[in-house]
């Protein structure tokens, strides 16, 4: 009875703050994405990893519409394809995104195999890329895994670190030829504000020792704002420049490795959509920093919001991002 009263009583006033902000939020996402980014990426190339969901799509969709050819870089073809043809018939009729932008102006999209968890297959996709395409402006490193129970790479790293990280690391740093040779260029890294749990704990790297999901994934996505911070002062002069952002709390699939019980659900249902964005309003960030003119030359910053925003002094010690940097290039086979 009373617990009756409670769920209808949350249900209310989760209701009612839903709508508020939905129509808060909502409409500065529109006005962003309205016509002022219309034409801004023609001529671009963009590669975003894990573009088939979540904000990766939603990052591709904005992009595309801003006339950009992009590449969702995937790690199954058939899931890929299919969100592919969606984005392509969503930018096709009218009602999406306001107004239906002129066919002349919305660009190309191009999906491609890419398994981060497999060092082969980010080698096999980066000489495909090296081969196929004369340029790169923009690589979003998007893909990631979230508090997954315990596995491993086909390459043996625990998968959210060899994933979220390593996986990245060795992609970026085979593309870095293409996008120095495209400059001006620019890197996205998408990372989360939960890094502030995380620790790079050098001498267990794998979690061997013990497997904490959460603390592994906080960990990764340190080493994300550790790794732009590193890579930012590697790429000094090049023209070619990599901030990092945390997108929020966003409603995608995420959390598929998060258990809730049947009974729970509606509930964790009605909060999500009260409170949590849609993958359109969390891409906010990576499609500013991966098309705004505002960000031009701007390097190793990090971002919430389209706005800069203050690191955790672990997450700025040059020392831990350089010995992760020399640690991950072994990992990968980069240096041997
Ligand atoms: N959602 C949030 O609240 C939130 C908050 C903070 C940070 N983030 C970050 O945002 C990024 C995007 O996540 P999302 O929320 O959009 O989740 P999502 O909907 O689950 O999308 C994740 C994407 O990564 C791909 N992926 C996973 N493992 C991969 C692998 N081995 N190789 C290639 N691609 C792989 C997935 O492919 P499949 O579809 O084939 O599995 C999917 O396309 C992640 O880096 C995440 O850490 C999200
Ligand atoms: C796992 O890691 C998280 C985040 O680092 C920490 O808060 C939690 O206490 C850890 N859990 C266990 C069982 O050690
Ligand atoms: C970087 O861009 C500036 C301004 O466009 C240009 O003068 C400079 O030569 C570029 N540097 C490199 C290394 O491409």
Redesign the pocket.
């Known amino acids: 009875m009373a617990l009756a009263t409670v769920a209808a009583l949350m249900a209310a006033v989760g209701g009612a703050l839903w709508l508020a902000t939905r129509r808060f939020v909502g409409s500065s996402a529109r006005q962003l994405h309205g016509d002022l980014g219309s034409g801004l990426m023609q001529g671009k190339t963009v590669l975003i990893?894990?573009?088939?969901?979540?904000?990766?799509r939603a990052t591709a969709a904005a992009l595309l519409r801003m006339g950009a050819r992009v590449i969702m870089g995937?790690?199954?073809r058939a899931?890929a394809e299919e969100a592919a043809g969606q984005l392509r018939r969503e930018l096709s009729s009218p009602g999406f995104m306001g107004s239906s932008p002129d066919p002349g102006s919305v660009g190309e999209l191009v999906v491609k195999e890419?398994?981060?968890?497999s060092l082969r297959s980010v080698h096999a996709f980066c000489q495909e890329m090296l081969q196929e395409e004369p340029r790169l402006d923009v690589l979003i490193n998007?893909?990631?895994?979230?508090q997954c129970p315990y596995m491993k790479t086909e390459d043996g790293f625990e998968m959210q670190f060899g994933?979220?990280h390593l996986?990245h690391f060795l992609l970026t740093n085979l593309l870095l030829g293409l996008l120095k040779s495209s400059a001006p260029s620019r890197i996205v890294v998408?990372?989360?504000?939960?890094y502030k749990y995380g620790d790079i704990n050098f001498e267990d790297l794998n979690s061997e020792q013990s497997y904490n999901k959460s603390f592994c994934y906080s960990r990764s996505?340190l080493a994300n704002i550790l790794f732009t911070r590193e890579l930012a002062r590697r790429l000094e002069g090049t023209n070619v420049t990599v901030n990092v952002l945390?997108?929020?709390?966003?409603r995608?699939?995420?959390g598929?490795h998060i258990h809730i019980p049947l009974l729970v659900k509606p509930l964790f249902n009605l909060v999500s959509w009260a409170f949590f964005k849609s993958?359109m309003e969390?891409a906010q960030t990576s499609i500013y920093l991966a098309s705004s003119p505002e960000v031009e030359g701007v390097s190793g910053k990090y971002f919430g919001d389209c706005k800069e925003e203050e690191l955790l002094p672990k997450a700025m010690d040059e020392s831990v991002a350089r010995k992760l940097w020399d640690i991950s290039e072994v990992m990968v086979g980069l240096l041997k």
């Open positions: 990893t894990g573009a088939n969901s979540g904000l990766g995937c790690r199954d899931r890419l398994d981060l968890a998007n893909a990631g895994v979230f994933v979220n996986g998408v990372s989360s504000k939960l996505k945390h997108p929020g709390i966003v995608t699939n995420l598929r993958p969390g």
